[in-house]
């Protein structure tokens, strides 16, 4: 396991600006501004160096749902629809085409689910910049389409533990969806860091075909989005109720720690039950080794499948999440990554 110090972006005399952002991996990095920097630099001084280890991985934690008068964008132009459309969706504003805000409305048009944007810029007081993942897991509609959510939960930003905070509301037609999404990043490192980005959005239905609350297709199921490099694996069994053998690649995946470093656990839940809404939870406890101590490993593995996409393949999505802790030298360790993930249907 490796160590190092990270340090935030600030402003020197004849310096220029050096800030976070997120490089794919959730690991957040500092890059050199204006001018931007083909690797990845930290800020020493009146100059940038090499990468630092940090990270804002975004960890799901259970939805407290708020009631609030919604009033979406101007531009929305949200088709009215007391019956949202199922299937899946992907903005058309307020995120770029290649880090787009994409969810699933649920078979019973009751639920956004499998939310999902990839690096939200957050400017930072005194001074830096991150950029974390968003994800959840469920958000509830009501009968005219309205939604509104709020969580808040631990991160490991600029090597401490950080609290991530999001609002996410708006409502969803019968093809298009509008509103926002307000994050918040608090964390302490020698001074008060606050970080917060506010993002107004609309969004339009994928091309697809009809879905249906038809059980999953049995078989293995590989996953293709966020995870693809290291691939998970899972299967559905033959009775088409039981999830098994979710499972990650020898290498593991990497987890960012506090107070420095970073560990990859091996991801291995066995055998656990598919709802009949097509929903699915499990976990797992593992007892691993770290730096010569003892340390518990915490997996948690959940999501929905979504009937089938465009190139007809069955398909699901959903959070992974996988929290370390231990203690060396009288040191606490805190590692957690939460990353979101997609699936479609791969093999017997």
């Not at 299937?87 to 499998?114: A, I, M």
């Not at 033959?238 to 506090?258: E, F, M, P």
């Amino acid at each position: 396991m490796t160590t190092q110090a990270g340090r935030r972006g600030r402003d020197g005399k004849s310096a220029a600006r050096c800030v976070f952002d997120l490089a794919g991996t959730n690991r957040l990095n500092l890059h050199r501004q204006p001018t931007r920097s083909n690797g990845d630099e930290m800020f020493t001084r009146n100059r940038c160096t090499r990468p630092v280890v940090a990270v804002a991985a975004l960890a799901v934690a259970a939805m407290t749902f708020v009631s609030l008068a919604i009033t979406t964008t101007a531009n929305a132009q949200v088709p009215a629809a007391t019956s949202p459309t199922p299937g899946s969706y992907t903005s058309v504003s307020g995120f770029s085409t290649d880090n787009p805000l994409t969810f699933f409305v649920s078979s019973n048009h009751k639920q956004l689910q499998d939310i999902d944007a990839d690096g939200i810029g957050m400017s930072c007081t005194p001074g830096g910049y991150f950029a974390p993942n968003f994800v959840a897991n469920e958000v509830a509609l009501n009968a005219s389409g309205y939604f509104s959510a709020k969580a808040s939960q631990p991160i490991v930003a600029d090597n401490v533990v950080g609290t991530l905070s999001y609002m996410f509301q708006g409502q969803i037609g019968t093809s298009g969806a509008g509103g926002t999404l307000t994050e918040t990043l608090k964390f302490t490192n020698g001074s008060l860091y606050t970080c917060s980005s506010t993002i107004s959005w609309t969004a339009k239905r994928d091309v697809q075909p009809l879905q249906t609350s038809a059980p999953p297709l049995a078989g293995t199921y590989t996953s293709t989005v966020r995870l693809s490099n290291t691939p998970l694996t899972f299967s559905v069994l033959s009775d088409r109720k039981r999830l098994a053998h979710i499972q990650s690649n020898a290498n593991g995946i990497d987890v960012y720690c506090a107070p420095g470093g970073s560990v990859a656990p091996q991801v291995i839940i066995n055998t656990f039950s598919l709802n009949a809404d097509g929903s699915f939870e499990g976990t797992s406890t593992q007892h691993i080794v770290v730096d010569h101590a003892n340390a518990t490993a915490s997996e948690l593995f959940q999501g929905h499948f979504h009937g089938i996409g465009l190139s007809k393949a069955a398909r699901a999505a959903g959070v992974f999440s996988v929290t370390v802790t231990w203690n060396a030298n009288n040191t606490q360790f805190f590692c957690k990554n939460t990353t979101s993930w997609r699936a479609t249907l791969s093999g017997p």
